[in-house]
């Protein structure tokens, strides 16, 4: 299956730089490519540390808040007041003065002295107030102040919420689940690129094959004009040997198209853009020997990546439901503010300024939002867990299938191997019959193409077993292991992959200037 399309827009046919001479890649280094190199790979990275980038965000729901604010505003025109006013002051200093005069004329009436004294020193007191009174200012007074500056800083700290814990949960869930996601992509790479490998060396043997086919056409073609010299073979004869040679000549082009092919299907894979050469891997391990189904199956629930995929998901879908239902709690928050003010002309005469508030929210009722949000977080739970089922039963039919995949591909092994021994021995023998005039020219063709043909055969049911069995191996979950590149991780985006990009988008067109 592929692990990236093609770009949009293109024809599908992808070549490489020549190169000399020809490096070899084995498909040990190739996973290894495919591991650093793989866009899907890098993409998935990239997404992984955006996951964990949202923890912190989490987080936020239950750390202290610190902000501050500051505006500033122009009033116009200036708001002032005035305390009192001159007829008012006159007035008072008037009751003052009248006052004073009664007491004066007061102690003049009385005989004791003291008391008279008393009586004029009061007199003296109300007429000094009346004084004071009359000389008075009237006080100004600005309410609003045409230049005014306000600050706040204020601190926010949540002391209970019943959703923190498991929104926390779910964003470390979605971190691992992330995660895993990545490490399923990486298999997934891991095996697109066995399968191209082992591609691109069944199309090196094909070539092979065709080489010695065209080798083969050849030497019966000199064989047939030697004996149409001698008289021995009819023109017709040599002519059908020409055109043997010929198509053989043409599937050896077809071959090394097919090889050029396989080879840039895998380099897109590994990221590279050089000619390179590939080689018949090592035998794969055989998963399969003396193991039986239900050991197997115990091994893929142990290591399938879909399954851990699953219970997390799971989890996920629980703890959502259980945020749902933490929505009906009461949130508690402490707040403390401190404020600055340059309008202190006024009623108010200190610029700084503090509270403390503990704030609480209780939610009684939101129109049905929460019991909605109930229900279909039940719903997806209910759904997750009918998909484990189903990702059960998948897993077992497909470790089922590869089984007998794997057997049937090993008898194809040895069915077309014994098939290839003797058309070998088959082709032997025309030629030398034929070299002797007993076989005719048509038995040899015969045997040639069934030479070839079973050639063929034989090495596409070896590779074919070989894919087999790393098949196997990603059905059980094991194929990162067994081909060892658990521990490379993908390339970063490097400054040198920004400005290459960033150079390539500058020879593009804009699309204002497109036409």
């Given at each position: ?15 490489l730089r020549p190169?000399?001479?020809l ?20 993409v ?14 989490a987080?936020?729901v239950?750390?202290?808040q610190?902000s501050l604010g ?19 002051l ?6 003052f003065?009248?006052?004073?005069d009664?007491t004066?004329?007061s102690a ?6 003291r008391?008279?004294q008393?009586?004029?020193e ?6 000094a107030?009346?004084d ?25 700290m949540?002391?209970?919420?019943g ?12 971190v ?10 990486r ?7 066995a ?7 069944a ?17 019966h ?19 059908r040997a020409l ?23 895998l380099?897109g ?10 080689v ?6 055989a ?10 199956l ?5 290591k399938?990546l ?25 949130s ?25 508030i503990?704030?609480?929210s209780?939610?009684?009722?939101d ?10 977080a039940?719903?997806?739970l ?5 998909r ?6 998948t897993i ?7 089984l007998?995949?794997v ?13 290839a021994?003797l ?5 032997d023998n ?17 045997a040639r ?10 090495a596409?049911?070896?590779l ?6 790393l ?20 390339d970063?985006?490097?400054?040198d ?7 390539a ?11």
């Amino acid at each position: 299956m592929p692990v990236s399309a093609a770009p949009t827009g293109t024809t599908g046919l992808f070549g490489l730089r020549p190169v000399e001479p020809l490096p070899v890649v084995t498909l040990e280094q190739a996973f290894g490519l495919a591991a650093r190199r793989s866009t899907d790979l890098r993409v998935a990275a990239a997404q992984l540390r955006a996951a964990e980038a949202n923890i912190t965000k989490a987080w936020a729901v239950v750390l202290p808040q610190l902000s501050l604010g500051a505006n500033y505003t122009f009033n116009t025109p200036e708001q002032t007041a005035k305390f009192g006013s001159e007829e008012q002051l006159q007035q008072q200093a008037l009751l003052f003065r009248s006052l004073g005069d009664l007491t004066a004329q007061s102690a003049a009436l009385t005989p004791d002295p003291r008391q008279r004294q008393a009586a004029l020193e009061r007199a003296a007191q109300l007429g000094a107030a009346a004084d004071q009174i009359e000389s008075q200012e009237i006080t100004e007074f600005v309410i609003q102040p045409a230049h005014v500056v306000d600050g706040a800083l204020t601190f926010a700290m949540p002391l209970f919420s019943g959703r923190a814990l498991p929104l926390l949960q779910n964003a470390y869930g979605a971190v691992a689940l992330t995660r895993l996601g990545t490490q399923q992509a990486r298999a997934a790479v891991l095996w697109g690129v066995a399968r191209a490998y082992l591609q691109a060396v069944a199309a090196k043997s094909f070539v092979a094959i065709a080489d010695e086919q065209v080798a083969s056409a050849t030497r019966h073609h000199a064989l047939a004009e030697q004996r149409a010299a001698q008289g021995m073979m009819t023109a017709l004869a040599v002519e059908r040997a020409l055109l043997d040679l010929k198509k053989a000549e043409q599937q050896a082009i077809q071959a090394r198209g097919a090889q050029r092919m396989a080879k840039a299907a895998l380099a897109g894979l590994i990221g590279r853009l050089d000619d390179f050469e590939v080689v018949a891997p090592p035998p794969v391990v055989a998963l399969e020997e003396g193991a039986a189904i239900d050991a197997l199956l115990a091994r893929a629930w142990q290591k399938r990546l879909d399954l851990r995929m699953q219970k997390e998901t799971v989890a996920l879908a629980e703890r959502t439901r259980t945020e749902t239902w933490t929505r009906l709690l009461p949130s508690v928050q402490l707040v403390a503010q401190g404020r600055y003010t340059t309008n202190t002309a006024g009623l108010v005469g200190e610029p700084l300024t503090g509270a403390v508030i503990v704030q609480a929210s209780l939610p009684i009722f939101d129109g049905g939002m929460t019991m909605g949000a109930i229900e279909e977080a039940t719903a997806k739970l209910d759904a997750e867990l009918l998909r484990v089922r189903q990702l059960e039963e998948t897993i077992e039919r497909e470790l089922r299938g590869t089984l007998d995949d794997v057997a049937l591909k090993k008898e194809s092994v040895a069915t077309t191997a014994a098939v290839a021994a003797l058309a070998h021995k088959q082709a032997d023998n025309a030629s030398a019959l034929f070299a002797q005039g007993v076989a005719t020219d048509t038995d040899v063709r015969d045997a040639r193409f069934a030479h070839f043909a079973a050639d063929v055969d034989a090495a596409r049911a070896r590779l074919d077993l070989q894919t087999a069995r790393l098949g196997l191996a990603y059905a059980l979950g094991e194929l990162a292991g067994l081909v060892k590149v658990e521990d490379i991780a993908p390339d970063v985006l490097a400054p040198d992959d920004v400005a290459a990009a960033r150079a390539a988008l500058d020879r593009v067109p804009s699309a204002a200037g497109a036409r």
